[in-house]
């Protein structure tokens, strides 16, 4: 299923506070795009996320999937935040294992199955499969909740500083098995990433989207073609002038 995504003249104003987070959020999203949302701290970035997620709704406009307007979280949307992605209750196993069952109808030694294979893909093997969350490191916890998003299948994922949590290097490793899932699907899921760092925002993306108090002041295209080698990448001419209009699009704004 493929699925085109609208924020069409979105604005929220939190009632707690009066503070009005986001406001004529205008974007659409192709299907099997990835779109980064940046900006300094404060900007916005979050609460459009959550209003994908169906968590926040609007206080003006809609957000639209396929045309329908979205109001609350459903399985057409997988979502991965910096923590807390997992049902702490559920094994590693259990936590993929529930996510493919509500999609799939087949036996539950086959769902053992598949859970497996996509924790392997991972790197979540032997053991760890069979401990919970909190008994692997940030990092590993990350990986399994990307394997769970695979299996839930969705076909838009939101994720919200999926990485922030872990040092550098698990960092590009977690970035490149995303990538490395998402380009071996065969209909290609649409990412929407939150995240505070450029060059990950460059690596993944095909548009990186700034906010600015709450608006939309430049969309950045990411024109180098898949799959994306991250060296040659970096030493690209196009990479710096690109990192350099972001950091003074959002530093310039800052
Ligand atoms: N639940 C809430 N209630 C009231 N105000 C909120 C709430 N969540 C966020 N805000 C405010 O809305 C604005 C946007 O916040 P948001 O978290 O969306 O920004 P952000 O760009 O994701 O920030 P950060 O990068 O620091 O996570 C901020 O001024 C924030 O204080």
Sequence with gaps: MLSTIQYDNVGV???SNGQQAIKNFNLSIESGEIISFVGP???GKSTALNVAAGLIQP???AF???ENIITSPGTDRGVVFQNYSLFPWMSNLEN???ALSQKSKKSNTELIKQSKKLLDKVGITGKSQYVYPTQISGGMQQRVAIARMFAL???VFLMDEPFAAVDEITRKHLQNLL???WEKET????IILVTHNIEEAIYLSDRVVVLYEGEIITTKPIPFKRPRDRQELENERDYLTIRKQLLQAIEGNA
């Design 13 to 15: 104003t939190y009632e």
């Design 41 to 43: 701290s404060g900007c």
């Design 59 to 61: 206080s003006v406009g």
């Design 64 to 66: 639209k999937m396929d």
């Design 96 to 98: 993929v294992r529930f």
């Design 153 to 155: 299948d969705s076909p």
């Design 179 to 181: 990538l490395d899932l």
């Design 187 to 190: 209909s290609r899921k649409t």
